[in-house]
């Protein structure tokens, strides 16, 4: 059974609409995080988790809002999308203080 | 500067030689990891190593922390073992900062 679970697995939008990427994990952690992956950058940090309280916030913009509901849940809230937002976006879980990370299958966005 | 760097950008093997993979950082960490990310596919921890030397099957990673390097020996490689290898330290937020990556191409 997967143990981090994205929704959806693809997602085609257009400029300026609004999505929600949906991450759920069962492996009992309390750190939960969002990275993304574009053909143009490396892997990078979007946001970390903590107890469901924000610890780090490496997204220059307020169009992305992670949100958590339930202590296993992180979503993310994009924003009047733009085509720079293409990208795949991968959400991970950790115990809290710098242990190893575990990675979800990821989101493929598309924004057209 | 890049804060994680990886070397060699690409290695390519025929089946059954070995692979050295190495990672150097600028900056303190209380973590290191390794990946593996298949094209197209999600990343696969391989190892957590933040010093010293841990194996894993045919994985064998070394950290010298004072140094601020990483390596990561693959050893009798198969063509499964095709795909991006990365390397990322992990700071107090649990921030994840990566490396480009190494990327592996095994021949039968």
């Known amino acids: 059974d997967p143990k981090i679970i994205q929704k959806p697995k693809y997602l085609v939008a257009v400029t300026g609409s609004e999505k929600i990427l949906i991450c759920e994990q069962y492996l009992g952690h309390n750190a939960m995080y969002w990275y993304r992956q574009s053909a143009k950058k490396p892997l990078e940090f979007m946001f970390s988790y903590s107890y469901q309280k924000l610890m780090d916030n490496q997204t220059a913009s307020s169009r992305f809002q992670p949100q958590s509901s339930k202590k296993n849940h992180l979503d993310l809230q994009i924003t009047a999308l733009k085509p720079d937002d293409s990208a795949t976006y991968f959400c991970?879980?950790?115990?809290?203080?710098?242990?190893?990370?575990?990675f979800g299958p990821g989101t493929r966005l598309t924004v057209l | 500067g890049q804060q994680v760097q990886q070397s060699p950008a690409s290695l390519v093997l025929q089946e059954g030689e070995n692979a050295e993979l190495q990672c150097n950082f600028s900056?303190?960490?209380?973590?290191l990891q390794w990946f593996y990310q298949s094209p197209g596919g999600s990343l696969v921890s391989l190892l957590s190593?933040?010093?010293g030397t841990k194996h894993t099957g045919r994985l064998t990673s070394t950290t010298v922390t004072k140094e601020r390097r990483s390596s990561l020996h693959i050893s009798s490689s198969q063509t499964t073992d095709s795909g991006t290898y990365l390397c990322a330290i992990v700071t107090n937020t649990g921030k994840l900062t990566f490396g480009d990556g190494t990327v592996l191409t095994v021949k039968p």
């Open positions: 190593n933040p010093s």
């Open positions: 900056s303190t960490a209380t973590q």
């Open positions: 991970a879980s950790s115990q809290v203080g710098g242990a190893e990370q575990f």
